[in-house]
C-alpha cells in the first residue's frame, strides 16, 4: 500500500504522524538530520524511532533523547537536555540550560522550560550577571500544557499535571495539578476533579448516571421526532421548518448519546448534504433556500443571523462525521489585518456585545477551518491582530469586552464573552486574560433573578455562564467552592427538565424569541453540553460516559493546538 504523501512542514508540526505516514524519501530525510546531530560539536545520542524537526533550533551541549520521542517546528533546544522515552517537545517550545526529563513527558507548545538563570544584583548591569543553573528536572507521566513557563531550579513530580499558562516557580509533589501564575495546585490527580464538593453531590452523581442512561435509551426517539422524511432533512421538532442548524444538532446529539450518526442517512449521505450547503464563492453556509449571504468587509456578514452560526455548527458537524468543508472561508481568508481590526472596533461592545462576541468567534472558527484546510487563516498577521486586539482591549476590571446595561445587566456583556473566547482563546487553546476579574464578574451576574430566579433559566444564559467558570477555573482556583456551589444548584435544576422520548427545550427567552421551552435539537444539544460543563466543574463529569467533541468540545481544536 502507498503511504501518503505529505511535505516535511506537516510532520515538522505533526511529528506524530511521521511514523505511520512518511514516505521512504522523508525517512531519508529524517536520518541524514539526525546524522548531522550527531556529527555536531554537542553530545549526542538519539534513541530508536525518534524525530527532530528540520525547523527545530537544536545546538545542544548534550542531548540525550529517548525513544520514540521528537521535538517540533520552530523548537529551540540549547544547554544538556536529557530525556526518556515517549517524551514530546511540541512546535515554538523553548528547553534550555540544564533539563532532565523522565519517560513520556509531554510538553505543549509555546511552553518554556528555562534551566538556568542569572543575578540581578544593582552593582552590575543585567547583561554582565554571571550565569547560574541549578537545573530542572521532571518525572514520568507528566503533562505540561501550553504556555507555560518552569523556571530554573524547580522540580516537578511524577505524574503532574500543569496548566496552561501556569508559571512553575517551586517543587510540585507527584500528582499534582496545578495552575495559574504563579503555579498553584488545584487537587491530586488521583482524586475526581473538584474533590471538595458541595453537599448533595452524592446524590447528584446517582442522578446524573440515570440521566445518561435514560438519555441514550431515549436518543433514537428524540431524533426521529425531528427527522422529515417528506424533505429528506431536520427541523428542530414537530411543527418547525426544517434548517442546517437542526442537522448539526441532530449530528451533535448522535454522537454524545449514540456514539454513531443518525440513523436516517449513512455517514456519507451527512458528510454529503452538509458539504453541498456550502456556497464555493464565499465558503460561507446560508439557510437552506436563501441566498448566498453577502460578506460584510471583515469576511462576514454584518448581522448574527444564521450564516454566521453555521461557520460553527456545520464545520463541527463535518468534523465529527470525519470530514471537513468542501471549501475554504474565502471571505475570511482574504481578510487582512488592518480591515479586521478596523472592524472590532467598530464592533457594538457597549450596546451589543453578544452580537459582538459571537461575531469573533465565527471569524476565528472559520480561520480555524482554513488552517484545517491546510492553507492561511487569512491574510498574514490577521490572527496574530485578533489576539493583539483582544488582549489591549479586555475590561483588566472585569475581564469582559463591552459593559452592562441598565435593563439586562451584565447578560449581553458576560454572553459575548462566552462567544467570543469559545471561538478564540479557547478553541485555540491560549489562557485568557483576567482569569480571576472574570470569575468575579460571572458570579455576580449568576446571582441577577432577571435571568436566573427559577423557571427564568435558558440554555443559552446557563451556558453563557458555566463555560466561563470552567475555562477560567483551568487557570485559577479562585472562588472555587462558589462556582462548585452554583454548578450544583444549576446541574440539578437542569436534570429535571429532560422530556421522556424529547430531549430538553431550550427555556423561555424575555423577548419572546428562541426555540422557547418545547423540546427540539438545539435545547438538547445545548443542555447535553451545559450538562456535561456543570459536572465537570464538580468532579462528576466522568459519570456522564459521553464527552462533547463538536462545538462545545473541552479541548481546544486539534489543528489548533496539539499536546
Avoid at 160 to 166: K, L, P
Avoid at 464 to 477: A, E, F, K, M, S
Wanted: with cysteine.
Amino acid at each position: 500500500m502507498n503511504q501518503p504523501s505529505h511535505d516535511a512542514g506537516l510532520f515538522d508540526h505533526c511529528p506524530w504522524l511521521f511514523a505511520g505516514q512518511a514516505s521512504e524519501e522523508q525517512r531519508a530525510a529524517q536520518d541524514q538530520r539526525q546524522q548531522r546531530l550527531l556529527a555536531g560539536p554537542g553530545e549526542v545520542r538519539l534513541g530508536e524511532g525518534c524525530f527532530v524537526a528540520e525547523t527545530a533550533a537544536v545546538y545542544p551541549d548534550l542531548l540525550y533523547l529517548g525513544d520514540r520521542s521528537y521535538i517540533a517546528a520552530q523548537a529551540y533546544v540549547t544547554g544538556e537536555i536529557r530525556t526518556g522515552a515517549d517524551c514530546t517537545v511540541n512546535p515554538f517550545t523553548v528547553v534550555r540550560g540544564t533539563v532532565t526529563l523522565g519517560d513520556g513527558v509531554r510538553i505543549g507548545a509555546h511552553s518554556s522550560l528555562l534551566g538556568f538563570n542569572h543575578g540581578s544584583a544593582p552593582g552590575l548591569p543585567v547583561h554582565q550577571q554571571p550565569v547560574t543553573s541549578r537545573g530542572i528536572t521532571v518525572g514520568d507521566d507528566v503533562w505540561i500544557g501550553s504556555h507555560v513557563v518552569v523556571v530554573d531550579g524547580v522540580t516537578i513530580g511524577d505524574h503532574c499535571v500543569v496548566g496552561a499558562g501556569a508559571v512553575v516557580t517551586k517543587d510540585l509533589p507527584a500528582w499534582s495539578v496545578v495552575a495559574g501564575n504563579p503555579a498553584r495546585r488545584i487537587r491530586d490527580r488521583r482524586e475526581p476533579r473538584g474533590t471538595k464538593r458541595p453537599a448533595g453531590t452524592e446524590t447528584l452523581a446517582e442522578e446524573l448516571a440515570a440521566f445518561a442512561e435514560t438519555a441514550r435509551a431515549q436518543a433514537t426517539d428524540l431524533l426521529n421526532r425531528s427527522w422529515r422524511p417528506d424533505t429528506g432533512r431536520y427541523a428542530d421538532r414537530p411543527g418547525s421548518e426544517p434548517t442546517v442548524r437542526a442537522h448539526c444538532d441532530a449530528v451533535e446529539i448522535a454522537d454524545l448519546l449514540l456514539g454513531d450518526v443518525p440513523s436516517h442517512l449513512p455517514a456519507a449521505g451527512h458528510v454529503e448534504r452538509l458539504r453541498a450547503s456550502q456556497d464555493p464563492a464565499t465558503g460561507l453556509v446560508p439557510e437552506y433556500g436563501a441566498a448566498p449571504p453577502l460578506p460584510g468587509p471583515a469576511g462576514l456578514p454584518e448581522d448574527d443571523g444564521a450564516p454566521a452560526y453555521h461557520v460553527l455548527c456545520v464545520g463541527y458537524a463535518l468534523d465529527l462525521l470525519g470530514s471537513s468543508f468542501a471549501h475554504p472561508v474565502h471571505t475570511v481568508r482574504t481578510t487582512t489585518a488592518d480591515r479586521l481590526v478596523r472592524h472590532l472596533g467598530a464592533l457594538p461592545w457597549d450596546g451589543r456585545a453578544w452580537h459582538a462576541g459571537a461575531w469573533v468567534d465565527s471569524w476565528a472558527t472559520a480561520a480555524h477551518w482554513n488552517l484545517r484546510a491546510g492553507g492561511e487563516a487569512a491574510a498574514p498577521g490577521a490572527l496574530e491582530a485578533l489576539f493583539g486586539w483582544l488582549h489591549t482591549h479586555a475590561d483588566p476590571w472585569t475581564g469582559m469586552w463591552g459593559s452592562p446595561g441598565q435593563e439586562s445587566g451584565r447578560l449581553q456583556t458576560v454572553n459575548g464573552y462566552y462567544r467570543l473566547t469559545r471561538g478564540s482563546f479557547a478553541q485555540f487553546g491560549l489562557p485568557v486574560p483576567y482569569p480571576e476579574r472574570v470569575i468575579d464578574t460571572v458570579l455576580d451576574h449568576a446571582r441577577d433573578t432577571r435571568h436566573f430566579a427559577p423557571g427564568r433559566e435558558n440554555a443559552c444564559n446557563v451556558l453563557d455562564v458555566i463555560h466561563p467558570l470552567w475555562l477560567c477555573g483551568r487557570q485559577t482556583t479562585h472562588r472555587g467552592e462558589e462556582t462548585r456551589a452554583w454548578a450544583a444548584t444549576q446541574l440539578s435544576a437542569a436534570l429535571r427538565r429532560w422530556h421522556p422520548g424529547q430531549g430538553f427545550g431550550f427555556g423561555p427567552t424575555s423577548d419572546g424569541t428562541g426555540p422557547g421551552r418545547e423540546p427540539g435539537l438545539q435545547g438538547t444539544e445545548m443542555w447535553l453540553a451545559i450538562i456535561w460543563l456543570l459536572a465537570d466543574v464538580l468532579g462528576l463529569a466522568d459519570v456522564l460516559g459521553y464527552r462533547p467533541r463538536g462545538i462545545h468540545r473541552p479541548e481546544p481544536a486539534p489543528a489548533a493546538e496539539r499536546q
